[in-house]
Every structure is written in C-alpha cells, then in structure tokens.
C-alpha cells in the first residue's frame, strides 16, 4: 500500500498505463559485500557480477519506462545518507541491504521514513538459509520481498514497482 505522500509523488511522476510514461526514478540499493558477486559462492549468488546486474536492471528500466540510479555501499551509514535523499527525489527503492537485513534498525527506519514503495531483494532464498538469515528487519518497511531468485530478483522488482507506478497514477 502506498502512503497518500508517495502516491501523490509517484503520480507527478507517472501517466497512465502499464508503461510510467515520464521516467520515475528508482534507486537500487546494494550493501555490503554484494560488489564481490561473481568472484566468489556462484554456487549460492550466481554468476553475475553487480556490474552485469546494473546492466541488466538499466536495459529492463528503459522498457519500462523507468530511470535508474544503482548504488552500492558497505557502509550503513552510507546507505541511510542514500534512503534519506531518495525521499522526494526518487519513486521507489529496490534494497538488497545484504548482511545488514539481518542487523540494521538504522536501515529499516530510514526506509520508513523515505515513504516511498521499497522492494526488498535478496539473491539467495535467506529461508532455507541459517536461522540468522531468516528474519530481515528491513521487510517491516518493504511493500514486498522477492528471494531466491538470484540476479532475475532485481528485474522482477523493478516489474513491480513499475506497474505499481502505473497503478497509482491510474487511482
Ligand atoms: O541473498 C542475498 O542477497 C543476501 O542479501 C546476501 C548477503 C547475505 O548476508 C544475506 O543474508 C542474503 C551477503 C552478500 C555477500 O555477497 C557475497 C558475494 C560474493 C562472495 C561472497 C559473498
């Protein structure tokens, strides 16, 4: 559900139809230690490096009619600077807040407080993982959580944020 802040923000953003007509701007957020992806446990992330990622979500955005900013920090404090100055600058967030799903309250409040639709992604399915990895703060602030569908996982989410932007300026 989107909050009447960010619906009103996404539909001076958008116009109508499936496609968001005037490019809405999604930040997609990376946190630590996903830069090393592909360089290490394919088994587990897959093949693809963040950089084919960024590439892949690029092409995906421009069908869809949507700008994308990625980003990638392993820093938590980086990353709340980049949730704070999304809100009412970007129309939505695609997070995969790494290690610090697990941990972050920081991460988690920050998200809350951008009212923007969030997509939480994680390349792995975090549930049939270790105990630890099964409970993700930051989903408390996420519209929705797509895992286990490694790199494919950051295109489903910008799927949906784009028709949910669509959806919204048609409300
Ligand atoms: O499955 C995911 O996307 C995770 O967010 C990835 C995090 C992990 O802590 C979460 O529980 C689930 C870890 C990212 C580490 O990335 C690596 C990349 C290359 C080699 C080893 C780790």
Same mark, same amino acid.
């Given at each position: 559900m989107l909050t009447a802040a960010a619906r009103g923000r996404a539909r001076s953003a958008t116009k109508g139809g *499936? =496609?968001? *007509?005037?490019a809405a701007k999604v930040l997609i957020l990376n946190g630590p230690n996903?830069?090393?992806? !592909?360089? =290490?446990q394919p088994e587990i992330y !897959?093949? *693809?490096?963040l950089a084919d990622i960024k590439a892949a979500c690029e092409s995906r955005a421009k069908d869809l009619g949507l700008a994308v900013e990625c980003r990638q920090s392993n820093s938590e404090g980086e990353l709340v600077g980049w949730i704070q100055a999304a809100r009412g600058t970007m129309q939505g967030v695609i997070i995969n807040p790494g290690a610090y799903s697990h941990t972050s309250v920081a991460i988690l409040d920050a998200l809350l407080i951008a009212e923007l639709p969030i997509v939480e992604v994680h390349l792995s399915n975090i549930h049939q993982? $270790? $105990?630890?990895? /099964? /409970?993700?703060?930051?989903s408390k602030a996420a519209q929705g959580v797509i895992c !286990?569908? !490694?790199?494919r996982g950051y295109i489903m989410a910008l799927e949906a944020l784009a028709s949910q932007l669509a959806e919204s300026q048609e409300a």
């Open positions: *499936a =496609r968001v *007509a005037k996903l830069n090393m992806l !592909g360089m =290490r !897959g093949a *693809a490096t993982r $270790e $105990e630890f990895r /099964h /409970h993700s703060y930051v !286990g569908f !490694g790199a």
